[in-house]
């Protein structure tokens, strides 16, 4: 429960830090706790989504750039953010030996933003292991279908004892009462209701008009004049007659 807090605590404090020396005002984020790989290792990790704009004050900016903050930057603040919350929380942290460079993954999903809110969507209400990846189960062993990331995705089948299968099994369940959703700065729940109303209402006046996509002229069938071998023969139509003849037209 404690690594859990921290890590939130830590995410939401990193983002806010740059937010407040870039001088954006106040971002947003949803997080979800994510404690499982496909194996059922326990692999803690958050999923953040976070809004491409602040609010400060009372108005709203968006973050014109590909990207929010730098990686590396966010790596090394994300660092130091997580280690000084573990060691308030148990002073025996400080002592644990943990790597000197850390790895913060960041990407802009302007184009599939859907994809990716559909992608979390899947982690809030689904449990560890869906029944249809179970293979087989005996009185001593269970069997069940992975996707192994390290092998190119392959999917594979792990069998396991019973004894080992939960122990993987139970440590993915939460504390009970344990938010697994958690909303910050503009998104929170005590006021996300009344600063994304005004949000929307800023992006109506400020929002460019989208041009509706020309469609493209379907493609004509042509061929080369073979009479004076310069112009060009474009597909008209079929004459009605009583022997059908395609009529073709020089246009140069």
């Known amino acids: 429960n404690a690594l859990y807090q921290c890590l939130f605590k ?11 020396r870039k001088r954006h005002g106040q971002l947003g984020m949803t997080s979800v706790l994510h404690t499982w790989g496909q194996n059922l290792s326990q692999h803690i990790h958050l999923h953040c989504l976070i809004p491409a704009g602040a609010l400060d004050k009372a108005h709203w900016h968006e973050i014109e750039k590909g990207y929010l903050y730098p990686v590396k930057a966010l790596s090394t603040v994300f660092r ?14 400080a002592k644990v030996s943990t790597p000197t460079k850390w790895c ?12 990716l ?8 209400r689904k449990g560890v292991m869906s029944e249809s990846r179970l293979v ?8 069940f279908k992975y996707r192994d990331y390290k092998d190119n995705n392959r999917n594979k089948v792990m069998t396991l004892s019973c004894d080992e299968f939960l122990r993987r099994y139970l440590q993915h369940i939460l504390p009970k009462g344990f938010m697994r959703i958690r909303h910050y700065g503009f998104l929170a729940n005590a006021c996300r209701k009344q600063k994304l109303a005004l949000i929307r209402t800023q992006e109506s006046h400020t929002c460019k008009p989208v041009k509706p996509k020309t469609e493209k002229d379907p493609l004509i069938p042509h061929w080369p004049c073979q009479s004076c071998k310069a112009g060009i023969l ?19």
């Open 80 to 93: 130091g953010k997580m280690l000084a919350a573990l060691n308030e929380c148990d002073s025996s942290f």
């Open 234 to 252: 474009r597909f008209i139509g079929i004459a009605e007659s009583d022997a059908a003849t395609v009529t073709t037209e020089r246009t140069s």
């Open 104 to 115: 913060v993954y960041s990407k802009a999903c302007l184009t599939y933003s859907e994809k």
């Open 10 to 20: 830590a995410a939401w404090q990193t983002l806010s830090k740059f937010a407040k």
């Open 136 to 143: 087989s189960a005996t009185e001593e062993t269970v069997s």
């Open 117 to 124: 809110v559909s992608y979390l969507a899947r982690y809030t």
